[in-house]
């Protein structure tokens, strides 16, 4: 095919045309993270934040309030920051307003900018924090504990930290020592000035006390160090599910569970656990849950979504919840007082009901095998249901610290200056009697800490011990006390 001097032409100019566009978008559309923000940027994010809140936030709707502090909080920001704002301190402002939802489910995306880091790692003992060095030594070991650091107590240091946490999350250690860590951030929060070092008072129980002067850190540290746990007898040692996802591809992992439910006692570690799988929930379902009267209802849960244009009566089809109409004749007879109650609270805000049920074996194998399940602040998603049920279960206890609660859905968006991904959620759970427990949490029967020893030898021993037959109905909270101690 011949073509014309007038058509190649054309084709140059549609071509010179289009790289024009797309450079356009690129000048118009700044995708880059801005080390600081001016008065009318900011004020365009906080309007984005409080517009996202308002329409997708299912905690801001059980308590208007909420939005209101919210609001007025960001009020007082224009004010505050008249001439523009740094973006680290951005982020923070943000993360105390989002506090104010007390929702287990809110996420900010790391800040790009890294802040000072104290050179040190805290650590409680009872009432008192440990300061430590990188090998976990205390800093000077005749005067361990820290009471002062740039000559504030700590005790303000600790006030001004929870600032970013919300009130259900306060206990949470990681959480907590994540934000202490933070020490620019912090010093900027208590009016203190800013400098290349830090200064710590030491003490010991003599109330001996010490000057110590350090240079600080500019990058990162975890806020603590993970636990290593483990035993000589193999059979007992526990098997860590970090990615729930996996279990659906994993055959080697799933044949590794296989084998370890063989054994008297299995321990699955999922402290860290996250994923949307329900693979493992099935499989502990149909091993470890006790058979149930024909009588009694399947469903565990009753959901509703915050009702926003952007989503589909289909939106929470994909967490295995179906609407309320879709569960037989029987089920919706035996909820059907619950469902009239949870509808009449925000009706107006909320979606209708949907419920999520077990679907175990039809012929459940009895065993007499136990489970204990580690948990923590991390188990989170379907982790959380795992926890959820299995508190319930008689062969099965628990072991680590609370879960947060986090159930709902979550909703992600970004504001459009600052570029900090958001996440918050955008559902509620109900118990089959209505209470709600989005943001309760699950109590494990142990409780221990990474900054607590586990004596784990004694642990398993105790363990095993509940899978005898004479000792199979004794509680788990027996013996709490011998192995923390």
Not at 81 to 89: A, E, K, M, P, T
Not at 231 to 259: F, G, M, V
Request: proline share 5%.
């Amino acid at each position: 095919m011949n073509f014309s001097f007038k058509d190649v032409v054309n084709v140059f100019g549609i071509c010179l045309l289009l790289s024009i566009l797309q450079l356009s978008r690129f000048l118009v559309i700044d995708n880059t993270t801005k080390m600081s923000l001016s008065a009318q940027q900011m004020q365009q994010d906080l309007d984005t934040l409080v517009a996202e809140v308002s329409q997708h936030s299912a905690f801001s709707a059980l308590d208007p309030r909420l939005l209101q502090n919210i609001e007025n909080r960001v009020n007082s920001l224009h004010y505050l920051y008249s001439l523009g704002i740094d973006s680290n301190r951005f982020h923070a402002e943000i993360a105390k307003l989002l506090a104010q939802l007390n929702d287990p489910g809110i996420n900010l995306s790391i800040s790009a900018y890294s802040t000072d880091q104290l050179p040190f790692s805290l650590k409680p003992m009872g009432k008192l924090w440990l300061a430590l060095d990188d090998s976990e030594t205390p800093l000077d070991l005749e005067h361990p504990f820290v009471s002062h650091i740039d000559g504030v107590p700590l005790s303000y240091w600790l006030k001004a930290a929870r600032k970013f946490i919300s009130s259900s999350q306060q206990e949470d250690l990681a959480l907590t020592l994540a934000w202490l860590s933070r020490l620019d951030l912090l010093r900027a929060e208590m009016g203190l000035p800013l400098d290349e070092t830090v200064s710590l008072t030491l003490f010991n129980d003599e109330e001996s006390k010490k000057e110590l002067t350090l240079a600080i850190h500019s990058q990162a540290k975890l806020p603590y160090k993970e636990l290593v746990i483990g035993s000589q007898d193999t059979d007992t040692n526990p098997i860590k599910i970090a990615d729930l996802d996996e279990l659906s591809t994993n055959r080697k992992l799933l044949s590794q569970l296989e084998t370890a439910f063989e054994n008297p006692l299995t321990i699955l570690d999922l402290r860290q656990a996250k994923g949307y799988s329900d693979k493992l929930l099935t499989i502990l379902t149909n091993e470890f849950s006790p058979s149930l009267p024909e009588s009694t209802s399947p469903v565990f849960t009753l959901a509703r979504y915050r009702r926003a244009s952007n989503f589909k009566s289909d939106y929470l089809r994909a967490d295995y919840l179906r609407p309320f109409n879709e569960l037989n004749f029987f089920e919706q007879v035996q909820l059907s007082e619950i469902k009239v109650k949870l509808e009449t609270q925000n009706s107006d805000s909320f979606s209708q009901l949907y419920a999520r049920k077990n679907h175990p074996q039809a012929d459940k194998t009895q065993h007499t095998n136990r489970l204990a399940l580690m948990i923590g602040s991390q188990c989170r998603q379907e982790c959380e249901w795992i926890a959820y049920l299995a508190k319930t279960w008689p062969k099965v206890t628990l072991i680590g610290e609370k879960t947060p609660g986090d159930l709902g859905k979550h909703y992600h968006f970004t504001l459009p200056n600052s570029k900090l991904n958001i996440a918050l959620t955008s559902s509620l759970h109900y118990n089959p009697q209505g209470a709600l427990i989005s943001g309760v949490g699950t109590e494990p029967d142990i409780t221990f800490t990474d900054s607590e020893p586990l004596h784990w030898q004694s642990l398993v021993t105790q363990l095993n011990n509940q899978a005898s037959p004479e000792n199979s109905q004794q509680a788990p909270k027996s013996f709490v006390t011998a192995i923390s101690n």
